[in-house]
Structure formats: structure tokens, C-alpha cells
């Protein structure tokens, strides 16, 4: 017979768990469930459930872009002010979004050191675009991509790269097709985080891009501005946020995300 | 003219204080050993014919190409070198199948998918392993992945095939299974060959010559008769399992410690190394009679079963090896703590100059 686990951690673990169960309880019960449908199909909500998807895809796709080679270099090479590089990167994790949010705007707003000439080169400007939007997204989400990989391609035998190497491999090669596979359960959980990250991103969004609806206005915006006005779209929109999130993190689940 | 096979002198620094200086010269179809303990410098040696590591000082020369040479500023990285190695742990790439792992060197140098795939089998089916190609090498036992690891080292067509260990990983059974196959394919294998192993009976039997490295440095060179007979350190006596005394040599006796040994070379002079063969001492309950001038009275500390021969441990005043038969073991009540006399024939006592240690 199996022993008992200690009643203390049963009691607390417990606590825990309700810590995160209650307040979907709490939206649970406040659902309008007939008036339910009517919402979900409301303009306000596909608008921004479609933007938050599109948002949150793209920022994903671009830290996976910039930030696996980031990652790469962070790893295995040793240039000087490593440590500071590595710091700056983690920086958005512990910054609050707000502040990012401004840094942003101060950088790539139409007053900006790169804005500016930006704006005049190509004639876009990101701010209270759905492009910024995106690099709000991608700023606070992609140092989870960052540490995901990175901490993977240095628990990585080196050893296989140096095989691979041997075989004639030239060093993207070995990067593609030894490389990453070897550390693909990391970089899939990486990834996975940075989505779910940018998903809920709110405050550098309403920072940087405003709050436009079917521009600028994702799904946590619309929650926020719903709060203020119509209570029932907020909880749909919650609940769309709830559903959204449940699904992917259990499909990946095991399968994906065992890295972690 | 540059020539042909492997002329290599590798000098590499590496961690605190470890300098390996290591000079090689293998000519094609030759089987060379680096045969040393742990920590010796062979899987730097290893890395640095692979072009993993590049050289301090020296040079490497494969089938005239020069493709190390720190003086001259050449470095061939490894992508561009033809050396085959079969690594140790093999080192088979987890996420491809055993046919897209032997294909994925061909694959490099420029083959075309299906060529490379049908190369790939070719080799395969060479080592007897055709039947693996789509198995992922997770589920490969040892002796299979050793196999596979050679059918990729040997793909491609390399000037130098380099072997890390091949049979350390393995069972006994399955070890000496596979050394029958890997003494086949290194005949079969045209240029120069080099096995790097702890192990002396791979070395001794795989081997034309052998090369003992110890802390960075080649202490001896030789065939594996010349390692098996006549080890010059007690490193190599070990491995050979002969005793090896260092001593002074001095009209017909050596004085090694307290303890005098009468030999057979009357001329030698000066510091000598002595190697008694644990067979030729002989094990005597009582003091034996007759002609043996060497007969002493010691201790029996350790007694280790080999199958028919039985080896002993004994103490002071010279610690020696030796080895008898089990029937002998019965016949002198031997057991750990045992007194006993030992007696060795004046001839039976091999001595050379010991060379001065740098």
C-alpha cells in the first residue's frame, strides 16, 4: 500500500490551487449564458479576437526569427558585455509593461530617434498601427523564447555538433539539421510561453499602440474597456480569452511542452 | 614530396597546466594505437585530427595535404577535412534514422538525396546492419550502433579513419564479436588507420603499432610485442600485466629499493628497467633448493581467479605479480595472508637502459 502524502502539503497545495481555480468560478457564475451567443458575435469581440490571434501568431513568428539566432550567439560565443546583453533581455520580464510600453513610443513614435526617420524613409509609423501592435507583443514576449533556447542549446551535448561537423556539415548546416532538431522539444515549450505572453499582452500595447478597435484593440483591451461600459461583453470576452489559452496549453501539452 | 598516409605532430594546451605533444606518423593500410589511461590526452588528440580543435603548435599532414599548421597560419576547419571517425559513445545523431545518420555525411559533401540514401545502404548492408535503416538509434543495442557508427565513419570515402574508443561501450560478448569485425573492416579500409583506446587487449589486437601516451606525452612506441614484452613504464607493465622494476644495474645484479635481483646480463650498467613475466616466478611453501640465486620469503596480499590461472598479489620487500595455475593454488594451500617463497631464474629477468625521463 502506497503511504499517504504529508497532510500539510495536501492542505496548502490545496489553497494553492484555489488560488487559480476561484476567480474563474467567479466568471463562471456572472456568465450570461443565454445572452451568450449574441455577444460572442458582436463586432467588438471578433475584431479583437481576430487581432489578438493575428498579433500574437506574428510575435511569435518574429522572436522565433530573431531570437533563436539571439539566443544562439548568447550561448556559444563569448564576446565582451555578454552578461549585460543577457540582462537587457530579460529586461521586459521584469519591467512593467507600461513602462515598456513608453520606451517604445519614445524610440519608434513619430518624435522618436528612430521613428522619425523612419516615418520619412518609408512612410510607416508604428505607433497606433497594428504593426505596433506586434513589436509591443514581440518586446515583452521574446526573452521567454530567449532563456526557453538558450538554456537549452547549453545543456546540448556539443559533441553532436562536432560530429555533424566532422561529416562535413558547415556550421548552418549543422545548425539546421543537428542543431535544432536536437533541441526542438525547447524551443516548441519556447515558443508556446512567448504566444501565450503576447496573447495577453496588454499594458506596452495600449502604451505604444493605442486602442482602436479592429487596429490597435485585442482582446485584453476590449476586456478593459468593457468593464467601464457593458459588463456582460467583458465576461464573454474573458471567456474567450479563457477558452482560447485552455485549448492550446492542453493540446500541447506532454506532447510539447514536457521541456519545461 | 609530401607524403602519403597521416604525419601529424600535435601539440595542444588545454585546462590548467596539460600539454599534449604527441608526434604520429601512420602510411596507408597501417593500424596505428594510442593506447593510454584517462586524462592521457587521447580525446584531444582525437579533437584536434578532426579539426574540433585546432593545434598550438606542429603540424598535420593527411595524403599530402597539410591541414594544421599554426606556424604557417593554415587550419582546415573539420567540415573540410576527410577524416571518418566513429566517435566514442558513437555519437549517432537521436532525431534521424540509422540510414539518414550514415547518409548525412554524404548529404554534406554534396550528394544528392537519393544518391546519398542509396550510399547510405550500401554501407549498411557492408556491416551487416541493413535491416536497422529505419530504426532511430534509441533502439539500437551497443554492438548495432557501433556498426551503424562505423558504416558513417566509413561513408564517405575519408582519407584517415579515426576509431575514439569503438569498443568500450560493449559487453564482453559483443566486444569480442565485434573486434573480429573491426580488424575485417580496417584491412578493408585503404589509408591510415588510428584506434584510441584504454584498452590493451583492442590495442594489442587491432593494432600494428602501438603508441602508450601518458599525461600528454608518448612514453612508449612499438609493436604490441615490444609493449607486451618489454613495457617500459609501469603503466604499459600493467597493461601487459608484466612486473616492471626500475633499479640500478651493476656487474650482473640490479638494486632496486633494499632488494637485490641477481639477472642474466652481466654488462649493463647504470639505471635499468627490469621486467619479470608473472609467469616465469615461481611459488614455494617452504625454501626451495638449487640453483635459483633469486629466493626470498614474503606474503600473499591478493588472490584473483582468472579461469585456469590463478594471479597473486605478494608484499614486501619487492611487490610483484605473478601468476600460477589454479592446480598449484590447491596444491600450496594458497590463500590471502599465506607465507610463501618466491624464487625467479637469473635469466628470466629481462633488463634494458632506462631512458631519462625529460
Redesign the interface.
Known amino acids: 500500500m502506497r503511504r499517504r502524502p504529508p497532510a500539510v502539503l495536501i492542505v496548502l497545495g490545496c489553497l494553492g490551487l484555489a488560488l487559480f481555480v476561484v476567480p474563474f468560478v467567479g466568471l463562471l457564475a456572472r456568465t450570461p449564458w443565454r445572452d451568450l451567443p449574441d455577444l460572442l458575435t458582436g463586432k467588438v469581440v471578433t475584431d479583437a479576437l481576430r487581432l489578438s490571434l493575428v498579433t500574437s501568431l506574428m510575435a511569435a513568428a518574429i522572436s522565433a526569427i530573431l531570437g533563436v539566432p539571439l539566443a544562439w550567439l548568447l550561448a556559444r560565443v563569448e564576446f565582451p558585455g555578454r552578461s549585460v546583453v543577457r540582462a537587457l533581455v530579460t529586461l521586459p520580464l521584469v519591467l512593467p509593461p507600461v513602462v515598456g510600453g513608453a520606451a517604445l513610443l519614445f524610440a519608434l513614435g513619430r518624435r522618436g530617434i528612430i521613428g522619425g526617420p523612419l516615418e520619412q524613409a518609408t512612410g510607416l509609423l508604428l505607433p497606433f498601427s497594428t504593426w505596433g501592435v506586434v513589436v509591443a507583443n514581440t518586446f515583452v514576449a521574446m526573452p521567454f523564447l530567449v532563456i526557453t533556447v538558450e538554456g537549452a542549446l547549453r545543456n546540448l551535448d556539443t559533441?553532436?555538433e562536432?560530429?555533424?561537423?566532422?561529416?562535413?556539415?558547415?556550421r548552418l548546416?549543422v545548425l539546421r539539421?543537428?542543431t535544432l532538431?536536437?533541441i526542438?522539444p525547447s524551443l516548441v515549450a519556447g515558443l508556446v510561453l512567448t504566444w501565450a505572453r503576447a496573447f495577453g499582452e496588454f499594458g506596452a500595447t495600449i502604451t505604444f499602440a493605442g486602442n482602436l478597435q479592429g487596429r490597435t484593440q485585442t482582446l485584453p483591451l476590449a476586456v478593459f474597456v468593457a468593464l467601464e461600459s457593458d459588463r456582460s461583453t467583458a465576461v464573454a470576452l474573458s471567456l474567450v480569452m479563457v477558452a482560447v489559452s485552455l485549448i492550446v496549453l492542453v493540446a500541447l501539452r506532454d506532447r510539447w511542452w514536457r521541456a519545461l | 614530396m609530401s607524403p602519403a598516409g597521416l604525419v601529424a605532430h600535435l601539440v595542444a594546451h588545454r585546462g590548467e597546466g596539460f600539454r599534449l605533444d604527441l608526434a604520429l606518423s601512420i602510411p596507408p593500410g597501417r593500424t596505428a594505437a594510442l593506447l593510454g589511461p584517462n586524462g592521457a590526452g587521447k580525446s584531444t588528440a582525437v579533437a584536434a585530427l578532426a579539426g574540433l580543435l585546432p593545434l598550438d603548435g606542429g603540424r598535420i599532414s593527411l595524403a599530402g595535404v597539410v591541414l594544421d599548421d599554426p606556424e604557417r597560419g593554415v587550419f582546415v576547419p573539420s567540415e573540410a577535412r576527410k577524416v571518418g571517425v566513429a566517435f566514442q559513445d558513437h555519437l549517432l545523431f537521436p532525431h534521424m534514422t540509422v540510414l539518414e545518420n550514415v547518409a548525412f555525411g554524404l548529404r554534406s559533401r554534396g550528394a544528392g538525396r537519393e544518391a546519398a540514401r542509396a550510399g547510405a545502404a550500401e554501407w549498411l548492408e557492408r556491416l551487416g546492419v541493413a535491416g536497422l535503416a529505419d530504426r532511430k538509434p534509441g533502439d539500437l543495442s551497443g554492438g548495432e550502433a557501433q556498426r551503424v557508427a562505423l558504416a558513417r565513419a566509413l561513408a564517405t570515402g575519408p582519407d584517415l579513419l579515426l576509431l575514439d574508443e569503438p569498443l568500450s561501450a560493449l559487453d564482453v560478448t559483443t566486444r569480442v564479436e565485434l573486434r573480429r569485425a573491426l580488424a575485417e573492416h580496417l584491412a578493408a579500409f585503404p589509408g591510415p588507420r588510428l584506434l584510441i583506446t584504454h584498452d590493451p587487449t583492442e590495442a594489442f589486437l587491432l593494432a600494428d603499432e602501438i603508441h602508450v601516451i601518458e599525461a600528454g606525452a608518448v612514453t612508449q612506441t612499438g609493436t604490441p610485442d615490444d609493449i607486451r614484452l618489454r613495457p617500459r613504464t609501469p603503466y604499459a607493465a600493467d597493461l601487459a600485466g608484466s612486473n616492471l622494476v626500475a633499479g640500478i644495474a651493476e656487474g650482473g645484479v640490479v638494486r632496486a629499493g633494499g632488494h637485490v635481483l641477481h639477472v642474466g646480463d652481466r654488462l649493463s650498467s647504470g639505471p635499468v628497467l627490469a621486467t619479470i613475466r608473472p609467469s616465469a616466478i615461481s611459488v614455494h611453501r617452504v625454501e626451495p633448493e638449487g640453483s635459483p640465486r633469486n629466493t626470498w620469503r614474503t606474503t600473499v596480499d591478493l588472490i584473483e581467479h582468472l579461469g585456469e590461472s590463478v594471479r597473486l598479489r605478494t608484499g614486501r620487500p619487492l611487490p610483484l605479480t605473478v601468476e600460477i595455475t589454479e592446480e598449484a593454488t590447491r596444491v600450496l594451500h594458497l590463500a590471502p595472508g599465506a607465507e610463501v617463497w618466491l624464487s625467479i631464474k637469473a635469466t628470466a629477468i629481462a633488463i634494458e637502459p632506462d631512458r631519462p625521463t625529460a
Open positions: 559533441r553532436y562536432g560530429a555533424a561537423a566532422s561529416f562535413g556539415a558547415g548546416t539539421r543537428v532538431p536536437m526542438a
